[in-house]
Structure formats: structure tokens, C-alpha cells
DNA sequence: CCAATTACGCTACGATACGTAGCGTAGCGT
DNA sequence: ACGCTACGCTACGTATCGTAGCGTAATTGG
């Protein structure tokens, strides 16, 4: 008697890695959805996701781990932004990403959570930081040398700094005032970053 | 035989309430700096500090709850800020309470699992909206309203708007540029926060 | 001064999730 | 046919959670 395969698979276990991984995002993108990152656990996924325990730990040292891989690592690698023609219509852009990644219904549930976990493990952080924060980090400074070169701004803002101020008052703004719909922050995150890089022009 | 004190309180039990409560502050604290948020237990908070676990869970409901009010809330309930005279000086003791609070080196590790905690929390959320967010909203009111008063502003940025991004990008800050330290970070957020409110000025 | 109340300590649970070990087996490459 | 890899499954031991029940010291009020 064969096993049992109760993911009523027909031809028994999905062939390989690929099915695997796709049962394990929708598994972990739903309980996020339903549950929060919180109440996230590991073996909620296998159950969910049909796949055992032990193979999702082969695979993840951690709970963070899985849902940096599975959730954010894919949602944070976006081709470079295209040149909208003016400072205004880059920055535009610009806020309109952060906006959708970091304060959407999934991303607000889970940075600060993210956060905290890397916070205490080192490893975990440094992943964060340079699968996720140097790539948005270069794309800004993209969007400055852009306007320098069109002679919108005489010099770029450290783009660094504006990556900072743009993602954390889109997070802190997503948190304390979740009633604001996604277009109204997405225009405030532009005034913000407006203000910002035209301080250099200013004075 | 009397009960053996473990704490070798040499009159047995301490007193009543008070002690109670300094027992736990300092545990807890201790236990925050040594293990960060996420690996502090209530029950390794009971060790700690000698008072028992169902004491503690007779106080609050949870870890968030009680980090909440034995750290932050006591740290987050400060006197107005003193007129400096000008907008400057207003902004820069604005910002360096900011920096202090939510990007020293407590604030910056419990945080964002605070945050964390409260988002899957309605009530803690709450509490800490009001407790925390509204208390601080009000200060900068008074900070613009002062600079208006004094004609060195046109008409206020709204509180909140300002709020939510200084906090956000303190926590950012301190969260990405961890060797960053405070002066250098209170210098950026006042030049944020100056960004912010000239731009009602020049145009 | 003696109840009644309050706040706490202590032990003991059941439940949940963690993370690991060991064994068996299906697919894949050579 | 052989080995390798990835996976499934069962079964642990541990940590922490949050609660129940009972006893006792401090506090309060008549």
C-alpha cells in the first residue's frame, strides 16, 4: 500500500522544489493575510501549505528568514525607475513604490515585524539590508544624478538619507493614521521627499 | 517553619505595591538591554526581579503591555518643551527629544516590536496612540503655533504630518545606520524637519 | 483589636510551538 | 544499477505561555 498523500496529489508528491515553494508562498501569504506575522507560526505553514515541518527548517533557520525569502525578496526586486522626463514625475514614482512595498496592506503588517526580528539577529539584518535596502538605495540615487544631470537640482541629496525619511514616514504614517487610503500617503511621501531636495535648491 | 524567601528579603516579603513595582522596572530593563524585546519572557522577567509570574500576569495582559508601561510610557510623559526663542532652537530641542526617546539605544531595539506587538493588538494599539502619539502630536502643535505667533512661519504644517515623518525617519535611521550616532542623527532630523516647515515658506 | 479585603507567592497544570533526530523513499543524474 | 538530494513522517525534549487553586502577609475599616 502506497502512502497516503494527503495533499490529494494526484500523480502522489508534486514533482519537485518548484511546487513545493509555490505551496509554501500561498500558505504563508494567506496565514499573513488572515492572521497577521505574529501568529505566523512554522508549523501553521505545514499544515497549510501540506509540506512538513522539517523541510521548511531545512530551508529557513527562521520564521523572519522564510517570509524575507518568500514575501518580501521577491516584491522588493523591481526593475530601475523609468526617467518620467522631471524631478516631479520621478519623485512621483519614486513614492508611489515605496508606498505600495513598505505601507500596502501586506507590507505594513510585516516590516515592522521584520524589523524587529532582524533587530535581534544579525545575520537576518544584514540580508535585509543589502537585498532590500541597497537596491532602493541606488535606484534613488538614480532618480537625483537624473535631475543634476537635467539641471533640476545643482546637487544630489545623499540619497541614503532621503531613502531613509521616505520609508520611515511611510511606515510610521501607514501605522498611526491607517485610515489614509494609499493615494493620500503616496502624495504626502511626495511632498516629503519634495521638500527635501528642494532644500538644496532653497538655500 | 515560615516560608524561605528566596529574594533573602531580611523582612521577609518587601513591603507592599512599590517595591513590587521597582523590582520589575529595573528586570525588566536589565533584561531588555541584555536580550533585547523579543527573547524577554515574562517568566524570565519573574526570576529576575523575584516576583512571581502570576503577580505579573495579575498586572497586564501581556509583554507588550507591560514593557509598555513600566518603559516607555514613564519616558514619554515629559513637560512642554521650553520656548527657545526662536524656530531653530524650538526644532532642534523638538528633535533632539525625538532622537532621544525612539532612536537611543532602548527606544531603537523595542520599538519597532512594539509596533510589532500593538499591530496585531486593537487595544494596545489604542493605548499607545494615545498615550504616546497624542501627547507628542500636541508638542509640536505648540512648537508651530509659538512660530507662528512669532511670524517666523506663515501658517502651521500640520502636527501629525510632521510627527510621522520625524519619528519614521529617526526609527529609519537608527534602524540602517546603526553607527550613526545621536548628535549627528539629531542634526539630520532638524534639517528635516526644517525642509518641512520652509516649504510653506518659499512658496 | 479583630474581621474583611487585597495583593501576592507558590505549585501544578494543559496547550502550543519550538527545533532536532532518525528513518524511509521518490525523483534525478551518471 | 548506483548514489545523491530533497522530501515526508513520526517522535522527541524543551521552553514559554496563560490559568487555576490554595495559602498567607499586608492593609483597611469598623
Redesign the pocket.
Known amino acids: 500500500m502506497?502512502?497516503?498523500?494527503?495533499?490529494g496529489a494526484v500523480?502522489?508528491?508534486?514533482?519537485?522544489?518548484?511546487a513545493?515553494?509555490e505551496?509554501l508562498h500561498r500558505a504563508v501569504q494567506e496565514l499573513l493575510e488572515e492572521v497577521g506575522y505574529r501568529?505566523?507560526?512554522?508549523?501553521?505553514?505545514?499544515a497549510r501549505?501540506?509540506?512538513?515541518?522539517?523541510?521548511?527548517?531545512?530551508?529557513w533557520?527562521?520564521?523572519a528568514e522564510m517570509v524575507f525569502d518568500l514575501i518580501l525578496h521577491s516584491s522588493a526586486e523591481l526593475p530601475a525607475l523609468d526617467d518620467q522626463g522631471s524631478l516631479t514625475g520621478d519623485i512621483e514614482a519614486l513614492s508611489a513604490r515605496i508606498v505600495a512595498l513598505v505601507a500596502g496592506p501586506l507590507g505594513r503588517r510585516i516590516f515592522p515585524c521584520l524589523i524587529c526580528d532582524a533587530a535581534s539577529d544579525r545575520g537576518l539584518m544584514q540580508r535585509f539590508r543589502a537585498t532590500f535596502v541597497a537596491d532602493g538605495r541606488d535606484q534613488i540615487a538614480q532618480v537625483l544624478e537624473r535631475s543634476v544631470r537635467r539641471g533640476d537640482l545643482p546637487d544630489a541629496t545623499a540619497a541614503a538619507d532621503l531613502q531613509s525619511a521616505l520609508i520611515g514616514t511611510a511606515l510610521m504614517f501607514a501605522l498611526l493614521h491607517p485610515d489614509l487610503d494609499e493615494g493620500a500617503l503616496r502624495d504626502k511621501i511626495t511632498d516629503l521627499a519634495m521638500a527635501v531636495v528642494n532644500q538644496r535648491r532653497n538655500h
Open positions: 502506497a502512502r497516503s498523500n494527503k495533499r500523480a502522489g508528491r508534486p514533482a519537485r522544489g518548484q513545493t515553494t505551496a501568529a505566523l507560526t512554522i508549523e501553521g505553514v505545514a501549505s501540506g509540506v512538513a515541518k522539517t523541510s521548511i527548517y531545512r530551508r533557520p527562521s520564521k
